[in-house]
C-alpha cells in the first residue's frame, strides 16, 4: 500500500467525493445518502445566518482540514466553523484545527467518527464537536466540548441548543432535522 505525503495527496486530481489522507492512505468512504446531506444543509444554512455578520468561517465538505501534515493527516469533516481570530488558517484549505467541526452521523460511519475522528479532533485542538444523530427515531446533537473535561450535552425536540464556541446559538434540535 502505497504512502503518500501531504502534498502528494493535494496532487491527485480535484473530486466532490469524501477523501481523507489517515496516516499517509487515502480513504475514500462513500457518497452520503440524501437524509445526511438535507441534514448537513439545513445546518450550514442555520450556521451561516448566525455567523455571516460576524466575520466566521464556515465551510461544508468537501474541504481538506490538515491536523497534522508531518503525520499525513487530512480530514473532511461534514461542517467546520473557524471563528474570526482564527481565520489565518484558512488558506487553499483549512491548515489546523478549526473552532467547531459538525459530524452527521451515518450507520456506515457513525462508530469511526465517535471513537477514532473524535480522538483526532481533541487531540489536534479542535474546541468543539458536534455529533448529529438523524436517524428516525433519534433525531439529536451531541455537543461536546474537546479541550476540557465537561459532560457532553445532548439536544433534543424543541429544547435550544447551547455551544460553547457559539454562544449566540440557540436553536432548537429540531430545527435542523425539520
Known amino acids: 500500500m502505497e504512502r503518500l505525503s501531504v502534498r502528494d495527496y493535494f496532487r491527485l486530481p480535484e473530486t466532490m ?8 492512505v487515502v480513504r475514500e468512504p462513500p457518497m452520503p445518502v440524501y437524509g445526511h446531506q438535507s ?11 448566525l455567523v ?7 465551510c461544508v465538505s468537501p474541504m481538506d482540514v490538515v491536523l497534522d501534515e508531518a503525520a499525513a493527516l487530512v480530514v473532511q469533516p461534514d461542517i467546520l466553523v473557524v471563528t474570526k481570530e482564527r481565520l489565518g488558517i484558512i488558506r487553499d484549505r483549512i491548515w489546523g484545527a478549526p473552532d467547531l467541526v459538525v459530524e452527521v452521523l451515518s450507520p456506515r460511519t457513525a462508530r469511526r467518527d465517535r471513537t477514532t475522528k473524535l ?4 487531540q489536534y485542538g ?18 461536546i466540548e474537546l479541550q476540557t473535561v465537561s459532560v457532553p450535552r445532548l439536544f ?11 454562544p449566540d446559538w440557540n ?8
Open 17 to 24: 467525493n469524501p477523501m481523507e489522507l489517515v496516516y499517509g
Open 39 to 49: 441534514v448537513v444543509t439545513r445546518l450550514t444554512v442555520l450556521l451561516y445566518r
Open 52 to 58: 455571516e455578520e460576524r466575520g466566521i468561517g464556515v
Open 119 to 122: 480522538g483526532w479532533y481533541r
Open 126 to 143: 479542535v474546541r468543539e464537536c458536534w455529533l448529529v444523530d438523524h436517524g428516525l427515531r433519534s433525531r439529536s446533537v451531541e455537543v
Open 156 to 166: 433534543t425536540g424543541d429544547k435550544p441548543m447551547r455551544s460553547y464556541v457559539l
Open 171 to 178: 436553536i432548537p434540535a429540531a430545527h435542523i432535522f425539520s
